[in-house]
């Protein structure tokens, strides 16, 4: 079984920055997709970025592309996200997720993810 463990999250003012962390455990980190996905109050999980198994290919929703960056440390079983000149509406639990890296999906829907963490709260204020 695989677990995640996400960590990070905060309150801060817009215009800052922050660093989630999500830590694997239970199986082959290396044969896993890492996404991340956020859900705010009332609204459905939206994907955010995701990270190919290697690390060699990323890719970003448009609402944070330019500010956010996914990257990933396969000796630590660990992938980051590093959050730039966030904004209010960047405000949201955000979870990661893993997907088997030949499972043949997208990567882009909450849908092609096998395994989730509990989430961190991100509060961006005005």
């Known amino acids: 079984q695989v677990q995640l463990v996400e960590s990070g999250g905060g309150l801060l003012q817009a215009g800052g920055s922050l660093r989630l962390s999500c830590a694997v455990s239970?199986?082959?980190?290396?044969?896993?997709?890492m996404g991340w996905f956020r859900q705010a109050p009332g609204m459905e999980r939206e994907f955010v970025a995701f990270?190919?198994?290697?690390?060699?290919?990323?890719y970003y929703a448009d609402s944070v592309k330019g500010r956010f960056t996914i990257s990933r440390d396969n000796a630590k079983n660990t992938v980051y996200m590093q959050m730039n000149s966030l904004k209010p509406e960047d405000t949201a639990v955000y979870c990661c997720?893993?997907?088997?890296?030949?499972?043949?999906?997208?990567?882009?829907?909450?849908?092609?993810?096998?395994?989730w963490g509990q989430g961190t709260q991100v509060t961006v204020s005005s």
């Open positions: 997720a893993a997907k088997y890296k030949y499972s043949g999906s997208s990567g882009y829907s909450r849908r092609d993810y096998d395994y």
């Open positions: 239970g199986h082959t980190f290396s044969l896993y997709t």
């Open positions: 990270i190919s198994w290697s690390g060699g290919s990323t």
